[in-house]
């Protein structure tokens, strides 16, 4: 098995004990980590590879706990809607989506798996149509995913079944893979996925242990159908019908009750907060600090790229704690070293990945990132704390390194897994026959 040794200026590890070492090393032993330490204590000791890092800072990679990849095919196609409202999606995104077919898919999941490992991320959960097209880059990306198979039925049966079987083929044939896990993804409960197919998705959930991603109190439509049928709150349904004890990702939840939270945290339910899709919709902030206070695991996303059109985390950090602070008209009103654990391990424990990533401990597996201190934003050296400056100061730009599964998928800012510029020349091209098709279907 194959050692390697990194140094670095500092080793951000986000373990429990919040140990820095300032300079600091990490052994690689294949693709686990093996030691963490301060430079000062290695006494000589040597590896198969020793990388010198230099002037950077070592942390665990970015979690995107929500997005959809395949849709950064639709960037700049959205401005002045609100994807938050039927009305919004329906004309910026359902009607493109009418004439989007599988061999359009790969080129945008390589655009996106390119910049989320530019800026960062080394794990994402995507949520879509058309998995089965979008698998083959995301395993030559080299990232670790949990992809989750879309679902839209609209309460009708031929739907509910031909895209149930559909998911249960995706969620058989994804089993065993080393990097990606398979999930359900119900677009959203009682909204566009009828009780009846809520009901046979868990069945699914429970065959293949999958996990559920799914949208929830964007606009309390859900509430609002759950009070009109059953004369209580979408939580209290979920609860009911077996929905809790499912492993649950639910992107943004911003009309979400303050009464559910304790419902909530008693079970395996992750709040995915995606500041920058919520602001640009105009749709409200979700009440972050008292999901944290409630004990409510919680994460970050980029969520689409049509609405929030970028898909850096340390962007969506600063935007999310700003925009808390800004709902609870407090500074700080979430810290800074909690905003970065939302990002870290709050994606890994949603994913139920904790005891593999999330933080630099010897065991986990080697997923790391690196940031160039020389760049702006870090001075004055000794002025900012660490968190601070990671969360409001920096970008993903500052990334030079990523390493996932103790393999490279970027050195010194170069892609080692994907072409870049190819998979751009690609998604022009897609770009170019989805607006075709669009223009024949309009003046048909």
């Known amino acids: 098995m194959t050692s390697t040794l990194l140094?670095?200026?500092?080793?951000?590890?986000?373990?429990?004990?919040?140990?820095?070492?300032?300079?600091?090393?990490?052994?690689?032993?294949?693709?686990?980590?093996?030691?963490?330490?301060?430079?000062?204590?290695?006494?000589?000791?040597?590896?198969?590879?020793?990388?010198?890092?230099?002037?950077r800072l070592v942390m665990p990679g970015l979690v995107n706990a929500h997005t959809h990849t395949p849709m950064v095919l639709f960037r700049g196609l959205?401005?002045?809607?609100?994807?938050f409202t039927f009305e919004g999606w329906y004309e910026a995104i359902r009607t493109w989506e009418s004439v989007l077919t599988p061999e359009l898919i790969p080129p945008a999941v390589a655009v996106s798996c390119a910049e989320m490992i530019r800026t960062g991320t080394t794990c994402f959960a995507d949520q879509y149509f058309h998995t089965g097209s979008a698998v083959p880059t995301v395993r030559q990306s080299g990232l670790?995913?949990?992809?989750?198979?879309?679902?839209?039925?609209?309460?009708?049966?031929?739907?509910?079944?031909?895209?149930?079987?559909?998911?249960?083929?995706?969620?058989?044939?994804?089993q065993g893979d080393p990097l990606i896990q398979g999930w359900l993804g119900p677009h959203a409960f009682f909204v566009d996925n009828?009780?009846?197919?809520?009901?046979?998705?868990?069945?699914?959930?429970?065959?293949?242990?999958?996990?559920?991603?799914?949208?929830?109190?964007?606009s309390g439509e859900e509430d609002r159908f759950c009070h009109e049928h059953y004369g209580h709150g979408a939580v209290a349904e979920m609860e009911a019908l077996g929905v809790l004890?499912?492993?649950?990702?639910?992107?943004?939840?911003?009309?979400?009750?303050?009464?559910?939270?304790?419902?909530?945290?008693?079970?395996?339910?992750?709040?995915?907060?995606?500041?920058?899709?919520?602001?640009?919709?105009?749709?409200?902030?979700?009440?972050?600090?008292?999901?944290?206070?409630?004990?409510?695991?919680?994460?970050?996303?980029?969520?689409?790229?049509?609405?929030?059109?970028?898909?850096?985390l340390f962007g969506e950090m600063g935007a999310a704690a700003k925009l808390m602070s800004l709902r609870e008209h407090q500074p700080a009103a979430v810290p800074a070293r909690n905003i970065v654990e939302m990002a870290t391990m709050g994606g890994a424990r949603a994913l139920g990945l904790e005891r593999e990533i999330g933080s630099l401990e010897p065991g986990k597996r080697a997923d790391l990132i690196a940031l160039d201190l020389g760049e702006i934003g870090w001075a004055p050296d000794g002025g900012q704390d660490l968190f601070t400056a990671l969360v409001y100061s920096v970008s993903g730009l500052h990334v030079t390194d990523v390493m996932v599964d103790g393999n490279w998928l970027l050195r010194q800012r170069a892609w080692q897994?994907?072409?870049?510029?190819?998979?751009?020349?690609?998604?022009?091209?897609?770009?170019?026959?989805?607006r075709r098709r669009r223009a024949r279907m309009e003046g048909s």
């Open 417 to 434: 897994t994907l072409d870049y510029a190819a998979s751009r020349r690609e998604l022009a091209g897609a770009l170019a026959e989805l």
């Open 194 to 218: 009828s009780p009846e197919a809520i009901r046979q998705e868990l069945e699914l959930a429970r065959r293949y242990r999958a996990g559920l991603h799914f949208h929830l109190a964007t």
């Open 245 to 312: 004890e499912h492993r649950l990702l639910a992107a943004h939840c911003i009309t979400v009750s303050l009464d559910d939270l304790p419902t909530l945290a008693a079970h395996p339910f992750t709040a995915v907060i995606a500041p920058s899709a919520c602001m640009r919709s105009g749709a409200g902030a979700a009440p972050l600090k008292a999901m944290r206070a409630a004990g409510v695991n919680t994460a970050l996303g980029t969520d689409n790229v049509a609405n929030a059109n970028s898909y850096d």
């Open 78 to 83: 959205a401005e002045g809607h609100s994807l």
């Open 144 to 174: 670790r995913a949990a992809i989750a198979y879309g679902i839209v039925e609209l309460g009708n049966q031929e739907a509910r079944l031909r895209e149930l079987a559909r998911a249960e083929t995706f969620l058989r044939e994804i």
């Open 7 to 55: 140094r670095a200026d500092i080793v951000l590890t986000l373990d429990a004990q919040d140990h820095i070492y300032r300079p600091g090393y990490l052994i690689i032993e294949g693709n686990r980590l093996a030691e963490a330490g301060p430079l000062g204590s290695l006494a000589g000791r040597h590896c198969d590879l020793e990388i010198d890092l230099g002037n």
